[in-house]
C-alpha cells in the first residue's frame, strides 16, 4: 500500500502533545505499518531500528504504548510482539478488499 488518506485533523488533535521525536516516530511507524500492510513486530529498540530511529528507544517505546496495542503473535516456538493500531487494522483492510475486488473485475473483462 503505497498511499492512504491523511487526515490532519485527527492526527493534529491525538498528537499535538508529542515531542518533535515522538511525532516523527508515530509518523515512522504508520508509514511502515501502511508500507508493509501489516503491524510492526519486536520489541521497542527492534521498531525503532525498523523505523531508522535506532538511538531514539524512549520515544519509539513511549509512543508505542500510548497509540498502539500489544500483543503475542502465534508464531510456535518463537511468538513475536506485535503493534497493532485499530485505525491502520481498517484501512488495511478496506485498501486489500478494494483491491481484490479491482481484480476480480479486471479478471471478467479480460
Given at each position: 500500500m503505497h498511499s492512504f488518506q491523511f487526515h490532519l485533523g485527527d492526527y493534529y488533535s491525538h498528537t499535538?502533545?508529542?515531542?518533535?521525536?515522538?511525532?516523527?516516530?508515530?509518523?515512522?511507524?504508520?508509514d511502515f505499518y501502511y508500507l508493509h500492510e501489516s503491524a510492526p513486530t519486536?520489541?521497542?529498540?527492534?521498531?525503532?531500528?525498523?523505523?531508522?530511529?535506532?538511538?531514539?528507544?524512549?520515544?519509539?517505546?513511549?509512543?508505542?504504548n500510548e497509540f498502539f496495542c500489544q500483543e503475542?503473535?502465534?508464531?510456535?516456538?518463537?511468538?513475536?510482539?506485535?503493534?497493532?493500531?485499530?485505525?491502520?487494522?481498517?484501512?488495511?483492510e478496506k485498501y486489500q478488499a478494494f483491491t481484490e475486488t479491482a481484480s476480480v473485475i479486471r479478471i471478467h473483462w479480460a
Open positions: 499535538s502533545h508529542l515531542s518533535l521525536t515522538e511525532d516523527l516516530a508515530y509518523r515512522r511507524i504508520i519486536g520489541r521497542p529498540d527492534q521498531v525503532a531500528r525498523l523505523i531508522r530511529m535506532p538511538k531514539e528507544v524512549a520515544a519509539v517505546e513511549q509512543v508505542l503475542m503473535s502465534d508464531s510456535g516456538d518463537n511468538p513475536l510482539i506485535v503493534w497493532r493500531h485499530k485505525r491502520c487494522d481498517i484501512e488495511i
